[in-house]
């Protein structure tokens, strides 16, 4: 019996690659992976340990897993094609990115656990367990132990006119591939205005802590330099319904405006976009650009709050 209910059971572990690992994949080989990052004046041993740790926790928590389901381990790079069942249990092992790069593929029905992996190094905002953790976690959630702790996660959702689409459970990104300067229409709560930037990030409340911190680091900085009070900002929750968006670097000129820098997108409101840029216009969620969407001219863009949540174990 014991054996049949552990086969109805399946975890998706879902791993990234160490930057050692990375280095080996540029280099061909870890000794001149080595040699390199030494002839560069760094220490080897920095990554060396990090590897190793991340390994160990790794097989950690893959080895508890076996003990109560079927176990798929994929890395991040395959996120984007892989079909996740709507029961499956997603544990995402590594840093606090790699929850948000997987919750947006899955469904309300899929609880997602992150383990950090070496917490002396990463900070687990969003993933507070440790690979230890991991034995008493599955038991919980297996045998019924006790009712876990879970947190809805509020997605923004883009969308174009041709029906391409993603996810966001951190940020979206709409602007250049490379340094150059986007173009673009914008229309917000019935606001239209022609801009120039660096493009335009749209952030959800778990995002608060991630790119968009930089944007409201940035605007405390200015006014300071200005010798201003420094503007006052209340992040959104991470379940709120609603998300916010910014522009970056703005350019006034004859033909674009910058009225419209920062704003809340609620439910049920909307952002647009459409792209007067011939190429290089993209669209991207959480720093995933191999899964984006083409930002080229006349590609409109609607973003609003998604209808589907994320939903996160979190410390009782």
């Not at 929750?237 to 350019?251: H, I, K, M, N, T």
């Amino acid at each position: 019996m014991e054996r049949e209910m552990r086969g109805m059971n399946k975890i998706v572990i879902v791993s990234q690659k160490t930057r050692l690992q990375e280095l080996i994949e540029r280099f061909n080989t870890k000794e001149q992976a080595q040699f390199y990052i030494e002839h560069m004046g760094d220490s080897f041993d920095d990554y060396l340990d990090e590897d190793r740790c991340y390994a160990e926790s790794l097989t950690y928590v893959r080895k508890k897993a076996e003990q109560y389901a079927r176990v798929s381990v994929i890395d991040k790079s395959f996120l984007c094609n892989y079909i996740f069942g709507r029961d499956d249990l997603v544990v995402c092992v590594g840093r606090d990115g790699l929850v948000c790069n997987t919750m947006k593929y899955l469904e309300e029905s899929n609880l997602v656990i992150g383990i950090n992996p070496d917490p002396s190094r990463w900070e687990g905002v969003i993933s507070p367990f440790s690979a230890e953790d991991s034995r008493w976690l599955f038991a919980i959630i297996f045998d019924g132990l006790r009712e876990v702790t879970t947190k809805k996660i509020t997605f923004a959702h883009a969308v174009t006119q041709n029906g391409q689409e993603l996810y966001a459970a951190n940020d979206i990104f709409v602007g250049p591939a490379n340094h150059i300067s986007a173009g673009y229409d914008i229309l917000y709560r019935g606001k239209y205005e022609r801009q120039s930037s660096s493009g335009v990030i749209i952030s959800t409340g778990l995002g608060q802590s991630g790119w968009y911190k930089s944007v409201i680091a940035q605007l405390n900085g200015g006014a300071e330099f200005l010798h201003m009070n420094k503007p006052s900002y209340t992040a959104i929750g991470w379940s709120d319904q609603e998300l916010s968006f910014a522009v970056r670097e703005p350019y006034p000129s004859i033909n674009s405006g910058v009225d419209i820098v920062m704003g809340k997108i609620k439910l049920g409101e909307s952002l647009k976009l459409r792209s007067y840029m011939p190429e290089n216009g993209v669209i991207f969620s959480d720093g995933m650009q191999e899964d984006a969407i083409s930002f080229n001219s006349g590609t409109l863009v609607t973003i609003t709050v998604a209808k589907k949540q994320g939903n996160l174990l979190v410390c009782s």
